[in-house]
């Protein structure tokens, strides 16, 4: 009875020990394939490239918040009116003695108009 346990027991480790190492081989070759699979290297890196050209720089500047002007300057004046014309534009730069707007001054002619006739009527 022991022979025969020897016997059945050989064949049973011999048939697991190939087992095992059909299953290493394919292990082995799964791994293979994966680190060497075809295509992975083309998809990994692309570069487009265009020859070189002369042209325009087109640069933009964006702002978040508020924005404040180097100097600020309180411009009033002697009398008032509606403004009939504005001769300068938005953060443009002015200098001192320079026009900025034309007040509409039918009313002030009216009045000098009327202060005529009376004294004209005196």
Do not use: C, H
């Not at 300068?88 to 730069?93: E, I, L, R």
């Amino acid at each position: 009875m022991e022979a025969m346990e020897t016997v059945t027991s050989y064949k049973s480790s011999r048939w697991k020990w190939a087992v095992g190492v059909i299953a290493v081989v394919l292990l082995a070759a799964g791994g293979v394939y994966y680190v060497w699979q075809p295509g992975q290297e083309e998809d990994a890196y692309r570069f487009e490239t265009q020859p070189v050209e002369r042209g325009d720089l087109n640069i933009t500047v964006t702002a978040s918040g508020y924005l404040e002007p180097l100097e600020k300057v309180q411009v009033g004046t002697e009398v008032s009116g509606t403004v009939e014309k504005v001769l300068v534009d938005y953060n443009d730069a002015v200098k001192k003695g320079q026009l900025l707007a034309q007040i509409d001054t039918t009313k002030y002619q009216s009045a000098v108009d009327r202060a005529e006739a009376a004294l004209a009527s005196a």
